[in-house]
Structure formats: C-alpha cells, structure tokens
C-alpha cells in the first residue's frame, strides 16, 4: 500500500466516503479483474465489482489493518462471486454456453493484436469456466495476484492443505481441457521432441 | 501406477530436489501420458501470467459514487423497517406476556383440557354477548334520544358545535404564524 492509500484508509474508517471512493478508484482493476475471471462477463463482473466495494465499505471497521487491504478486498469479491455462481448455478454451465460479448481490454492494442487477446481472452474464459467455484477462485488468486496458500487459503476460508489439493485438481483440470482443445499443437510439439523445461 | 510420483510432482508446485528432477526428466523422455501434461500444464501457466488484468469501463468511481447515494438510502430504509417490525414484534409479545399473566391463575385453577376448553369457548360466548349488549343498547340510545330532545336544543348543539370547530381550524393556522414572527 503506497502512503496516500494507507491514509485514505484511515480516513475511510473514521467515515470519510471521499477517502473511500480513493480506494475505490485504486483497487478496481484487481478486483474487477477477479469478478471478471470469475464471472466470465463484463456486465456481471462490474455489478459483482461494485457489490464487493459496498460489502467492504460496510464492513471497514473489521478489517485488519494486518493484513494486506488488497487480499482483503479480493477476499471479499471471491466470495460474492463464488455464491453468484452457485447461486445462478452457472458451475454447471460451461462459459462458452454465455452470449459472446465485447471483452473489455486494458490499454489500446493494434487491431491484430485485439484480435489476437480477444482469441485468448476466449480461451481463457472457456478454460476457467470447467472449474468449479472454489476453484476457479484459487487458480486466479494463484496466477493474477501471486498469492500464496496461506493468503488463498485465508481469503476463501479454507484450510491449506484444501487449498493444495483444489489448486492440484483444478491444474489436472485445465490440463485436460487444454490437451483436449489443441490436439494438434500437440502432436507437432511431440514430433519436435522438445523436452519440456520445469 | 506407473505415473505416481511424476505426476504429483508435475501438478504440486513443491520445489523438487535435484535427485527427483532428474528422475522425473527420465521419465518425461519415456512416458507419454506425463510428457503430455507437462507441456499442457506449462502451456496454461504461460497463459494465465502473460494476460493482464482486466480493467473496468471507465467511469467506474463515479458510477460507485452514485451506487453509495443509492444503497446508503436503501440500507436506512431497510433498517427503518426492521426496527418497526422489532417494535411491533415487541409489542406483540408484550401484550402476549401480560395477557397470558393476566390469565395464569384463571388456567392454573383447571386441572384437565376439557375443562379448559369449556371454560375457554364459555368466556368467548360471554365475550360475544356482552359485545351483542353493547350494540343493542347503543341502537336504542340512538333511537331514543332524537325524540326525548326538542328540535330547538338539536340546533343549538350542532351550531356551538361548529363553532368550536372553527375556533379549532383558526387556532392551528394562526400558531404556526405567531411562532415564525416571534422567531424572526
Ligand atoms: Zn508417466
């Protein structure tokens, strides 16, 4: 947290919904891009964003100022989002069953290059999509933000080791669809006898 | 099986001693099936770090601004209505506690249900009949009176009557007025 931030926290915990909407505009790409990966859908993704910043207005005075406010905040997001799927039962629903709609992008890429992340976006929310809740929230925890098995743990109220075992099924998982989608890719990497590296 | 350990170790993220890497290159050049989740695995890694975060439709403080307004109002309104359903749930259960203290004694004294049922729909006959009395006789008051009273009296009440209903409407308009000059 840089100094303006911690101070604006501490404004917002004596009430100060300025202060609050500082922290709003520096946080709402981390936890916009967790509810979007989560959700798979931009509109949804910004109601679920914005519901987040209410729970974690509302409940400010519980924070624990030991604890990083960003994993507090994407705690919070996971899981809104994970009882919004569960809720729409949307686990059951592959995301690729979702209407296509304009995937929002940071920065302003050339047109061959949007074509190119709107492709991986696609690909990416259809390989998120075969994960269950818990889950999805983990791998996204893991590989956006870099957060530990503690930390995940901590956020998704669930135990380490629990943490350990969904991030190993739900790496099985995305290996399996990903061999599944790119039979090819495959075969002409097996032919090249490449080694991977680990 | 055969896969056992490799697999575990390609799937966990543990560090690998030097001995185990060895062993598991081994066995990456001899087996398929292992050879073909590690090149998938290593694929969905590089995906997931290389895309960038998503950043919302621009606008998206102000937007939250206004949400705050909006379910700030909300939230008192639902807390509004909460605290006047505690009230009356309260109130409820108060008149519940008085009635049913009120009542102990009366119960405590009959020993078996079908007493308490005879006496129960007994003083809910007498409740309805007193009621039934109490209508009868103001039907006849209603009846009476008009004839006992002269024309003359009649107009006379009605008239002090309205009176005191304009002196009333006066009163409450004039207030307000007086209180605002004394404040200016
Ligand atoms: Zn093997």
Sequence with gaps: ?198 | MKHLPYEGWLLSEEELTVEEERTLRMHLDSCAACSRLATALQAVEQEFTTIPLVAPAPGFGQRWQAALVEKTREAQIKRQRSLTWMFFALSALGALTIFVVLNLQFFSNLPTPVEFVTQAVYQMSLAISVGKSVLNLASVIREVLPLSIPLVVWIDITTAFCILCFVWIFAIWRLPISKRSTTK
């Design chain 1, 1 to 198: 947290m840089t100094i303006p931030e911690i101070e604006w926290l501490s404004q917002a915990r004596k009430g100060d919904n300025d202060a609050f909407t500082n922290l709003v505009e520096a946080y709402q790409t981390p936890v916009y891009n967790l509810c979007y990966r989560m959700l798979g859908e931009a509109g949804e993704a910004e109601d679920a964003a914005q519901e987040s910043f209410w729970r974690a207005h509302q409940s400010l005075s519980k924070y624990d100022p030991q604890r990083p406010f960003v994993t507090w905040l994407l705690s919070i997001a996971a899981h809104y989002c994970i009882d919004q799927l569960r809720r729409r039962r949307l686990d059951t629903l592959s995301m690729d069953l979702l209407p296509e709609e304009a995937i929002p992008d940071s920065g302003t890429p050339t047109p061959e290059a949007s074509f190119n992340q709107t492709e991986e976006q696609r690909h990416l929310r259809a390989l998120l999509g075969t994960l269950g809740p818990q889950d999805r929230a983990a791998i996204i925890m893991r590989y956006w933000y870099d957060l530990s098995d503690e930390e995940i743990g901590q956020a998704l109220s669930l135990s380490v080791s629990a943490v350990k075992s969904r991030l190993h099924r739900a790496r099985r998982e995305l290996a399996r669809l990903w061999l599944a989608q790119q039979p090819q890719a495959l075969t002409s990497e097996r032919r090249q006898n490449e080694a991977p590296t680990l």
